[in-house]
C-alpha cells in the first residue's frame, strides 16, 4: 500500500515534517503558494497541515480529489470551511489546548503593554528623546479585567490576571456558576461587564453570535476610559468605531494582535489613532507553543491517515488509536448493514436506529453510527463517507437513534438496523465472527447467515418444494456461476428468503426472469 501524503502548506515548526515520516507518511512542505497554486497541487494529497494563512475555501476542497484530513497548528479554525469540508467527506481537527498558555501569556503582556504604554515609550526613548513626563501608567492591581469568553484561554488569562491582584469578572453564556466559583472570576451579563471593567480581554472564537461583539453602541456605553486587548479573532471588534473612541479618549487605549483583514492594508486608519498598539497575530508565537501544536497536529493527523484514530474533530466523534483496531471490523459490518438497508429500502428513509448488542454495546457509538450511515447513503452518493454520512442523513431530515443493551443475545456481539417503512419497522441484524469477520444473521425477522460480499441476489419467495432448483437451474442457463447459497425462513411453507453470491454482476433480464419464476415476490441484485 502507498504511503499516505501530507502537504504543509504553512509555517510550522520542523518537527511536525519529522512526525509525519516517522509515522509512516510523505510530506511536502510548501509554503506561500497563491490559492490557485494550491489547488492545482491539493489533489495530490491525503493530508493538509495548516497554521491560519491557508484559507480552505470550497475551491480548494473541490480539487483536493484525494484530501481525507486536515490539521491546524493552532486553535481557531475559521480559515477552513467546515461545513463545505464536511460535505466533502474531510476530516478537519485541531490542537486545542498546545498555544493556549502561551496566547493567554501575550494577552496579559498586552495589558501591560497597555498601562505603561511600553511601545510608544520604547520608540520615542530609541528616537533620542527622553519624554518621562509623557506617560503617566496606571496600576493593573485592584484594577477589574472584564473577559469575553472564559474558555481555555480566558481561564489561563483569569488565573493570571489574579496573580497579578485584579478583579475578574467574565461574560461567557457556557460559564457555569461552579466554573466560575472554580476560576475565582465573577460572572456576569455583557453590559454588566463592560461597565465595571478597566481592561477587556476578548477570548472568543469568531461566529455569528460574537462578530462585532465590540460594537460602536457597546464601545460607546462603556465604562470610560476602558482599555481593550484583542489576541482572540479580528472582527469581534468593530474597528472603525474603536478609531473614533480612541480619539474621543472614551477608550483609553487598544491593544489589537488579530484584524478582520490580515494583513491589515498600511494605512489601516488604527494605525494613526491615539494609544493604539498591535502585534502581527502572534498570540500563539512562541518556541514552546509552535513546538506543541506542530508534534500534535502531525501525531493526529498520521493517527488518521495510518491507523484510523481520531482526535480533536471538530466534525467527527473521536476515536483514539487504541479504539480503533477494534472498531474497524465493526464498521465494517455496520456499513455493510446500512448498505443493505439502503439497497432494499424503497422510497424515503425517515428514521433509522441503530441498536448495540453484547460487546457491540460497550464500544464508541458515534463511529458506527457514521458507518451505518455512510453505508445507506451509498446508495444515493458515491462521495459518501463517514464524516459527511450524518450531515447528510441530517439534510435529507432522516431522525437517527442510538440505542445500547448490553444484555448479550443469541450472539454475543450484534449491530441491528432498523428503518420505518410504510410497512411498519424493519430490521437486519449482523454479528462479527471470531471478533472480525462480518456475517449478517437476520433480515426482517428470518434468520439468515450470509457474508455480505461482492455480486448478491436477493429473493423473497414461498416457502415451496422445487424452488432452489429452478431458481438453481435459471442461473445456470444465463451462465452465472453461484459461490454461496444461504437461506432462511419463518416458517415451513411461509415467507423464505434466499441470498446468493454469484460471481457476476445481475442483469435487469435476469432478475426479470426470476421474478417471473412460480412462488417469488421480491426479487433484487444486490452489490457490497
Ligand atoms: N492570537 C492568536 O494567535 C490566537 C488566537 N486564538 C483565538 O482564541 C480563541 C479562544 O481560544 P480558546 O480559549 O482555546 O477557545 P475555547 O473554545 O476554549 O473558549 C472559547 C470560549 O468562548 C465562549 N463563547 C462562545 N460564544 C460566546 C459568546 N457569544 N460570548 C461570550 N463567550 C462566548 C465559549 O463558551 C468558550 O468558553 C480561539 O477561538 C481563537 O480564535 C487562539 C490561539 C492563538
Ligand atoms: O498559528 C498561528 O500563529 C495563529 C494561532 C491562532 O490564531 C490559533 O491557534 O487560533
Not at 15 to 39: H, K, M, Q, S
Not at 122 to 134: D, I, L, M, V
Request: glycine share 10%.
Amino acid at each position: 500500500m502507498s504511503k499516505p501524503k501530507v502537504l504543509i502548506s504553512d509555517k510550522m515548526d520542523p518537527n511536525a515534517a519529522r512526525i509525519f515520516e516517522e509515522r509512516g507518511c510523505d510530506v511536502d512542505v510548501i509554503t506561500g503558494e497563491t490559492p490557485e497554486e494550491l489547488a492545482t497541487r491539493i489533489g495530490e494529497y491525503d493530508g493538509l497541515a495548516i497554521r491560519s494563512s491557508t484559507k480552505v475555501t470550497p475551491a480548494i476542497l473541490d480539487a483536493a480529489t484525494n484530501l481525507k484530513v486536515i490539521g491546524r497548528a493552532g486553535i481557531g479554525v475559521d480559515n477552513v470551511d467546515i461545513p463545505y469540508a464536511s460535505s466533502k467527506g474531510v476530516v478537519v481537527m485541531n490542537t486545542p489546548f498546545g498555544n493556549s498558555i502561551t496566547t493567554a501569556e501575550h494577552a496579559i503582556a498586552m495589558i501591560m503593554a497597555l498601562a505603561r504604554q511600553i511601545p510608544e515609550a520604547n520608540a520615542r526613548t530609541q528616537a533620542g528623546e527622553w519624554p518621562k513626563s509623557a506617560f503617566m501608567g496606571v496600576e493593573v492591581t485592584g484594577k477589574t479585567l472584564g473577559l469575553i469568553g472564559a474558555g481555555n484561554i480566558g481561564s489561563i488569562v483569569a488565573s493570571r490576571a489574579l496573580g497579578l491582584k485584579m478583579k475578574v469578572v467574565a461574560y461567557d453564556p457556557f460559564l457555569t456558576e461552579e466554573r466560575a466559583i472554580e476560576l475565582g472570576v465573577e460572572k456576569v451579563d455583557l453590559d454588566t461587564l463592560l461597565s465595571r471593567a478597566d481592561f477587556v480581554s476578548l477570548h472568543t472564537p469568531l461566529t455569528d453570535q460574537t462578530r462585532n461583539i465590540l460594537s460602536r453602541e457597546r464601545l460607546e456605553n462603556a465604562k470610560p476610559g476602558i482599555r481593550i486587548v484583542n489576541c482572540a479573532r479580528g472582527g469581534l471588534i468593530d474597528e472603525a468605531a474603536l478609531k473614533d473612541l480612541l480619539e474621543s479618549g472614551q477608550v483609553a487605549a487598544a491593544a489589537l494582535d488579530v484584524f478582520e483583514q490580515e494583513p491589515p492594508a498600511s494605512d489601516h486608519p488604527l494605525f494613526s489613532a491615539p494609544n493604539f498598539i498591535c502585534t502581527p497575530h502572534l498570540g500563539a508565537s512562541t518556541t514552546e507553543a509552535q513546538v506543541n501544536v506542530a508534534l500534535q497536529v502531525a501525531e493526529q493527523m498520521a493517527d488518521y491517515l495510518v491507523n484510523g484514530g481520531v482526535t480533536n474533530a471538530l466534525n467527527m466523534p473521536s476515536l483514539s488509536a487504541e479504539e480503533a483496531p477494534k472498531l474497524k471490523p465493526y464498521m465494517g459490518l455496520a456499513e455493510k448493514l446500512g448498505s443493505l438497508v439502503g439497497q432494499l429500502a424503497h422510497g424515503n428513509l425517515e428514521k433509522i436506529s441503530i441498536e448495540r448488542e453484547g460487546h457491540a454495546a460497550e464500544l464508541n457509538g458515534k463511529p458506527i453510527t457514521g458507518a451505518v450511515l455512510a453505508g445507506l447513503m451509498k446508495c444515493y452518493s458515491d462521495t459518501v463517507n463517514m464524516v459527511n454520512a450524518p450531515y447528510l442523513a441530517k439534510e435529507r431530515g432522516m431522525e437517527v437513534r442510538e440505542v445500547r443493551n448490553s444484555h448479550e443475545g443469541v450472539y454475543h456481539t450484534l449491530v441491528r438496523v432498523t428503518v420505518d417503512t410504510s410497512q411498519g419497522p424493519r430490521s437486519v441484524a449482523g454479528t462479527l465472527f471470531g471478533n472480525s469477520a462480518p456475517r449478517l444473521v437476520e433480515i426482517f425477522g428470518i434468520g439468515i447467515e450470509a457474508d455480505l460480499d461482492g455480486h448478491m441476489l436477493y429473493i423473497v419467495n414461498e416457502d415451496a418444494p422445487g424452488f432452489i432448483g429452478r431458481i438453481g437451474s435459471l442461473l445456470g442457463e444465463n451462465g452465472i456461476n453461484i459461490g454461496n447459497f444461504n437461506l432462511g425462513r419463518r416458517d415451513a411453507g411461509g415467507e423464505a428468503i434466499l441470498l446468493l453470491s454469484v460471481d457476476q454482476p445481475i442483469s435487469a433480464d435476469v432478475i426479470k426472469q426470476a421474478c417471473a419464476l412460480e412462488g417469488v415476490k421480491v426479487v433484487k441484485a444486490l452489490e457490497f
